[in-house]
Nanobody, 126 residues
């Protein structure tokens, strides 16, 4: 599967952005999906994950309550709605796909994900 992330940009602190990640192919519903991010000089970190069936989600503590993740299997797309943005949310955001037979499974470990998008830059200004 090929992933393309978009929707990043420059936003003021407290503002919102919605990231989208479009997947190619007919088997999108076979993949758990996640968002990771990497800030300059820092390691890539987990942000949010959603199961194949969309019935299970999981969030990093730093974004819980601010960044709901969702997916539309009919459109082969996963979303990250980013609200109440903070300066420390500045990073390149990557979407990732993990083929799994379990409809409710998700993972926060980067090495579990088989496919990655190219990343989209999010910059939060004061």
């Amino acid at each position: 599967v090929q992933l393309q992330a978009f929707g990043g940009g420059l936003v003021q602190a407290g503002g919102s952005l919605r990231l989208s990640c479009a997947a190619s192919g007919r088997t999108f519903s076979s993949y758990a999906m996640a968002w990771f991010r990497q800030a300059p000089g820092k390691e890539r970190e987990f942000v949010a994950a959603i199961s194949r069936s969309a019935t299970s989600t999981y969030y990093a503590d730093s974004v819980k309550g601010r960044f709901p993740i969702s997916r539309d299997n009919a459109k082969n797309t996963v979303y990250l709605q980013m609200n109440s943005l903070k300066l420390e949310d500045t990073a390149v955001y990557y979407c990732a796909a993990d083929r799994t037979p379990v409809p409710t499974a998700w993972s926060k470990r980067a090495h579990d994900y088989d496919y990655w998008g190219q990343g989209t830059q999010v910059t939060v200004s004061s």
